[in-house]
């Protein structure tokens, strides 16, 4: 789940409707996982919620903390009573077990809620970890780099694009101190963060098919191509994308499938997630640069479709359509009652659709049909169709949460 908040709850870079989540997710459950790439503001959250509640923070990267946790039972059950926070949980996932037996020791004592805080900077790996030990007993909560619903204006989020979403690169004093940091969070990743999660590959080989990746941002992807460009082999390739998935930096955005009679388009497209990122990797350093490059059009649809699925409720998919016959939708939200919801990405200020954008919504007769453009009205533009600009949108699946 996601949570959104405006420019003036950036304070500390804490989210506060996440932070109000976070605090009644643990009188409900007996531990929750913060999921979300490094930098995201994990730890200051947590530190946040734990001075509340009188915590333990432990860090498991570091070697003295690793050390109280080499009898885990016996250090644990001695804190039972008070939160514990345990910080890049997926380093010890022996504690998973452990964990479960603490949990339901600390049940049959009258104690439910608030027992364990657990962060982690993976995504699938994560989730199997806890999903297969814990269930029934955690509850998970994504955050997400700043989002345009976190931003008070227009100029702002343009900056918002060109930056990303990463605390310290949005909130740079200016955009080259900006470039600079995400430059450094790239080479962390690569050098010290990856190896820790796979097979170590030199960091020189990851950087340029992370680069190349970026290159077909928001194309089908193409497996081969892409160890063919990096002279890798392509079981090489999908494992360095399902690690970059895995690691919450890259998204794979489905293809969505129907049994309407038509050839339909069945590869992944695929997407770095933050717009920051992607412009390091591709050297755009500022606005005018971003604006005339070939990948403006792309990158753009790229951050729309992440600020509208960070803003999308619980059990909302996101996905795309396209037939062999041009029928497309840029992004389809599908909805949990089997509504579905067709989005058209436009970085043009007077926006319309694509003949094949009415094509597909034929095939599919949506519920709610928009254009997303970067102006600041919304409007009908026929077709049952509404021009909207991505705040109003992503106001609106927000405001669904609820």
Not at 382 to 398: C, F, M, N
Request: aromatic share 8%; net charge neutral; with cysteine.
């Amino acid at each position: 789940m996601h949570f959104w908040y405006h420019a003036s709850m950036i304070t500390g870079n804490i989210p506060r409707w996440l932070a109000t989540e976070l605090h009644r997710r643990l009188d409900d459950v007996p531990a929750v996982v913060l999921l979300g790439p490094r930098q995201a503001g994990k730890t200051t959250l947590a530190l946040a919620e734990g001075e509340v509640r009188g915590a333990l923070y432990l860090d498991l990267e570091s070697e003295r903390d690793r050390a109280k946790l080499s009898e885990p039972e016996l250090y644990l059950a001695g804190q039972i009573g008070r939160l514990v926070i345990l910080d890049e949980v997926h380093r010890t996932p022996g504690l998973f077990p452990v964990l479960r037996g603490l949990i339901d020791r600390a049940r049959r004592t009258g104690r439910r809620s608030g027992l364990y805080l657990l962060l982690g900077s993976a995504s699938l790996d994560l989730l199997k970890q806890s999903g297969e030990t814990l269930a029934g007993r955690v509850s998970y909560l994504e955050l997400t780099p700043f989002s345009v619903l976190e931003v008070a204006d227009v100029p702002t989020y343009e900056r918002l694009w060109l930056r990303g979403g990463f605390p310290d690169s949005f909130l740079a004093p200016s955009d080259a101190q900006s470039r600079r940091w995400r430059e450094d969070f790239l080479r962390s990743y690569l050098e010290r963060d990856i190896p820790q999660f796979g097979p170590r590959v030199a960091a020189e080989t990851l950087r340029r098919f992370w680069a190349m990746l970026a290159h077909h941002h928001g194309s089908l992807l193409n497996v081969a191509q892409l160890a063919r460009n990096v002279g890798v082999d392509a079981k090489t390739a999908a494992g360095y994308i399902d690690l970059l998935v895995d690691l919450l930096l890259v998204r794979r955005l489905p293809a969505w499938h129907a049994n309407l009679g038509k050839r339909l388009v069945k590869s992944p497209k695929v997407y770095v997630r933050d717009s920051g990122v992607l412009h390091a990797l591709v050297t755009i350093d500022d606005r005018e640069a971003l604006l005339g490059h070939p990948l403006a059009g792309a990158s753009w649809e790229g951050f729309v479709i992440e600020n509208l699925l960070a803003a999308a409720p619980p059990g909302v998919t996101g996905h795309f359509y396209r037939t062999g016959g041009g029928a497309e939708i840029d992004l389809l939200l599908a909805w949990p009652d089997g509504r579905l919801w067709a989005v058209e990405i436009k970085r043009s200020l007077t926006p319309r659709p694509e003949r094949g954008f009415y094509a597909a919504c034929a095939d599919l007769d949506p519920a709610r049909r928009f254009v997303v453009y970067p102006g600041d009205e919304t409007y009908p533009i026929g077709g049952d169709t509404s021009a909207i600009p991505l705040e109003a949108l992503a106001r609106q699946l927000a405001e669904r949460t609820a």
